[in-house]
């Protein structure tokens, strides 16, 4: 059964530092580069940093050099360091498959983890 979980947000002053991590079921883990996206109020979802299976990574313009994305392929889990923090940060943040799991031809995710950043 397919299954992201993602954890880790919360409220932090701008500066600051959070980590995400999520869990992904195998059948997800194994095959794909997997990513963080996010969706702020308003806005569109859009694809913060990427990571491929062989651990090639990549990073929106507007986190490089803040955020890093790495992986624990023993423990499916993709992470999401996120240092250097600012109030357009604040998102619901997601992981998911690079190009996204669909389901039945739905695209599939999980809950997301909130982060907000007060300045």
């Known amino acids: 059964q397919a299954q992201l979980v993602e954890s880790g947000g919360g409220l932090v002053q701008a500066g600051g530092s959070l980590r995400l991590s999520c869990v992904a079921s195998?059948?997800?883990?194994?095959?794909?580069?997997m990513a963080w996206y996010r969706q702020a109020p308003g806005k569109q979802r859009e694809l913060v940093a990427q990571i491929t299976s062989g651990g090639r990574t990549n990073s929106a313009a507007s986190v490089q050099g803040r955020f890093t994305i790495s992986s624990d392929n023993t423990k499916n889990t993709v992470y999401l360091q996120m240092n250097s923090l600012k109030p357009e940060d604040t998102a619901v943040y997601y992981c998911?498959?690079?190009?996204?799991?669909?389901?039945?031809?739905?695209?599939?995710w999980g809950k997301g983890t909130l982060v907000t950043v007060s300045s």
């Open positions: 195998g059948s997800i883990f194994r095959l794909n580069a």
């Open positions: 998911n498959t690079v190009p996204t799991w669909r389901i039945n031809g739905v695209d599939y």
